[in-house]
């Protein structure tokens, strides 16, 4: 095992022992599953050939940038379904 040090913001510190402590885990061990978390794509081998292709794309774009704005979407949002 290996231990690395990070710094993080107040904000994000406060959110990692709140998380932490809802699941009954110090905030180093729910940091570590995270971490873990992040780079586990064992799930991408249950998808299709099709949607595996779709969520590359997608992040490709992402990527790239070429995104729709937050605002945007939310406002589409709201329009469609009248939030």
Known sequence: MKTLTVQISDEAARKLAEHASQNGKT???????????????????????????????????AERGDTIPHEEIVAEMRQKFGW
Request: proline share 6%.
């Open 27 to 61: 905030p180093e061990e729910w940091a570590t599953r995270l971490v873990e978390e992040a780079f586990d794509d064992s799930w991408l081998s249950d998808l299709s050939p099709e949607d595996r292709a779709a969520i590359e794309q997608g992040w490709d774009e």
